[in-house]
């Protein structure tokens, strides 16, 4: 099993630019939640979805969108950049609410 | 408010000596809790959750209810051990801001 994959594992935008970024979680997990992750922070809660459908929302503003496919895959969008979403961005995958979580390597978004 | 509270950023300790990161949560509700590890240039890794109470790595976790915490205890820090530490409230909704571990050999 590959794991948690993330793609891409970096990228650079520019301010108001859109970003779309892409989990495939470990086979047979459905959940699936992202965390937004700046330097010397923990991990902060973006959304979690399980089974396709939104099961938590953080603290962001609605430019930040999330989706799951009926693969459990998901997608990050983030909408009109601004300089502070530069950050790594963690997918995270589990078989079901409660269990604990296995972590993608994360995409670095840079925004310039 | 729910939070997750790790007041040492930066934990030494001597290899073979005993090692305590502390973890305070605010939560209302029966809270879930876990710790996660992050190896220098590895992912984060679950390490351990109260509700299986069990031992990895030779560390443990009880939670305190009374005194809201969950603090990841060692007898003997190993320099394996050197990582950077985060204990995780509610179903990982919350973290802490990590607790870095250097061990001394």
């Known amino acids: 099993d590959a794991g948690v994959t993330q793609s891409p594992t970096h990228l650079i935008k520019t301010r108001g630019q859109h970003v779309t970024l892409r989990c495939s979680p470990i086979?047979?997990?459905?959940?699936v939640s992202w965390y937004q992750q700046v330097l010397g922070q923990g991990p902060q809660f973006i959304f979690q979805y399980y089974e396709k459908e939104e099961r938590g929302r953080g603290n962001f503003p609605d430019r930040f969108s999330a989706r799951q496919f009926p693969n459990y895959s998901s997608e990050l969008n983030v909408n009109a950049l601004l300089l502070g979403d530069s950050a790594l961005y963690l997918c995270?995958?589990?078989?079901?609410?409660?269990?604990?979580?296995?972590f993608g390597s994360g995409t670095r978004l840079t925004v310039v | 408010a729910q939070r997750v509270t790790q007041p040492e950023k930066l934990l030494s300790v001597f290899k073979g000596a005993p090692v305590e990161l502390k973890c305070n949560y605010s939560?209302?509700?029966?809270?879930?809790l876990f710790w996660y590890v992050q190896y220098s240039r590895q992912r984060l890794q679950l390490l351990l959750r109260h509700i299986s109470r069990e031992s990895i790595k030779g560390f443990t976790a009880d939670l305190n209810k009374g005194e809201t915490s969950f603090h990841l205890k060692k007898p003997f820090a190993q320099e394996e051990d050197s990582a950077m530490y985060y204990c995780a409230l509610g179903d990982q909704f919350y973290f802490g801001t990590g607790t870095s571990l250097t061990v001394i050999p």
């Open positions: 086979s047979g997990h459905k959940s």
């Open positions: 995270a995958s589990s078989r079901a609410s409660g269990d604990g979580y296995t």
């Open positions: 939560y209302s509700g029966s809270p879930e």
